[in-house]
């Protein structure tokens, strides 16, 4: 199963009824991942997350350190955004972004894609809220 696939399936239910996802993909909050490059305990101090964007929200859900394509603990939901919060710009390997929350969250280039459409999305005149 592809990795988009696994996220979408692991986050559907944390949705509202009736919220379809248009958009999945992985973030982590913490300290820069290029930290990881001097030493391996930056690993305590990331926090990772799928981020569902639907129709009506963006949904930030936690994940484990070790799994982090699997929801964690009774209630993993950390964050419900409105759906018209841009997440990007995203460039580099890791880009950054203080958009989703409190947290600033970095997003690996493998989903960068995913977060430029979502905010494509928002730019559509027949887009979400529209």
Known sequence: MATRD?????????LRPGENIEQVFQAQSGPSPYFFLLTWLTLFWHKFY???????????????????????????????LPR????????????????????????HRYFHKDVDAADAALDQPD????
Do not use: C
């Not at 018209?84 to 997003?107: D, E, M």
């Open 127 to 130: 887009g979400p809220l529209a």
């Open 84 to 107: 018209r919060t841009r997440i990007g710009p995203v460039s580099g390997l890791w880009a950054s972004t203080s958009n989703l929350g409190p947290k600033r969250l970095w997003i």
């Open 50 to 80: 799928i981020v569902a964007v639907t129709d009506q929200s963006i949904v930030m859900v936690r994940t484990g350190h070790f799994v982090n394509t699997k929801p964690k603990g009774d209630d993993p939901v950390e964050a419900r």
């Open 6 to 14: 696994r996220l979408r399936e692991r986050a559907q239910p944390y």
